[in-house]
Nanobody
Framework: QVQLVESGGGLVQAGNSLRLSCAAS????????MGWFRQPPGLEREFVAA????????YYADSVKGRFTVSRDNAKNTVSLQMNSLKREDTAVYYC?????????????????WGQGIQVTVSS
């Protein structure tokens, strides 16, 4: 049974940093591209960042480019999202996802497995 479990969310002031982690189990982790999505209150889920199977390629939404960094540790079956210079508009439920395919992986339909999501709230 595949499980993706996010951790590290919470309440943070604007301008500060937060690091999300996602622990994967039940899958050949290094065979999956990994992504982060988020769903702001009342809005659709949107792409945030993705990383290729061995971490050689990363992809970001324009709204987070230069502030967020995605990384992975295939030895520990984890993927992380370092979020710096947080803004109020970064407030959302953040989801980790796994895709058994190559490519930039911007679309939700490209992903096979999803975590349950974790709340990130940025206050002014």
């Amino acid at each position: 049974q595949v499980q993706l479990v996010e951790s590290g969310g919470g309440l943070v002031q604007a301008g500060n940093s937060l690091r999300l982690s996602c622990a994967a189990s039940g899958l050949a982790f290094s065979s999956y591209g990994m992504g982060w999505f988020r769903q702001p209150p009342g809005l659709e889920r949107e792409f945030v960042a993705a990383i290729s199977r061995i971490g050689g390629s990363t992809y970001y939404a324009d709204s987070v480019k230069g502030r967020f960094t995605v990384s992975r540790d295939n030895a520990k079956n984890t993927v992380s999202l370092q979020m710096n210079s947080l803004k109020r508009e970064d407030t959302a439920v953040y989801y980790c996802a796994a895709a058994f395919r190559r490519g930039p992986l911007y679309g939700m339909t490209e992903y096979d497995y999803w975590g349950q999501g974790i709340q990130v709230t940025v206050s002014s």
